[in-house]
């Protein structure tokens, strides 16, 4: 992944979660991650080029290259599971455009999907236990 990208840790307290499985809580992590990437890749579609984008819009899109660079990642830690979602190295244009250059302000994408993402994380997450918890059934 490029220096760029989001990450949040999913975490859960043994003592406060009843039977939640650890496949569970990678589903959560999966999909949440999964979340991320599909509202930066809206984000980049919005808008065609020309014309440019203004500072502080998410990129125009001129050949796609960009959304389909975004990466995404889940590593399981000791207590839970981390979600990363970043630009590919092979394009360092995406981390120029997400957080500026000194001549050229920010046109960033992933940190608002990731942004509006975390606001539906709760829903998404009690989305995959729920699932989980029918599979054992």
Do not use: C, H
């Not at 840790?9 to 009843?18: A, E, G, M, R």
């Not at 957080?99 to 994380?121: C, E, I, N, Q, S």
């Amino acid at each position: 992944m490029s220096r760029f990208n989001v990450s949040t840790s999913f975490k859960t307290n043994k003592n406060k979660v009843f039977g939640v499985s650890r496949q569970a809580q990678k589903l959560a992590a999966t999909e949440i991650s999964l979340a991320i990437k599909a509202e930066a890749e809206r984000l980049l579609n919005l808008k065609v080029y020309p014309p440019a984008s203004t500072p502080g819009q998410s990129p125009a899109r001129r050949t796609g290259t960009l959304a389909g660079s975004i990466i995404r990642q889940v590593v399981k830690t000791k207590v839970g599971y981390n979600v990363s979602v970043g630009v590919a190295k092979r394009v360092p244009y995406g981390t120029w455009l997400e957080v500026g250059t000194t001549k050229m302000k920010k046109r960033p994408f992933l940190r608002p999907a990731y942004d509006r993402t975390l606001k539906k994380a709760n829903l998404i997450i009690v989305q995959a236990l729920q699932r989980e918890l029918r599979k054992a059934r």
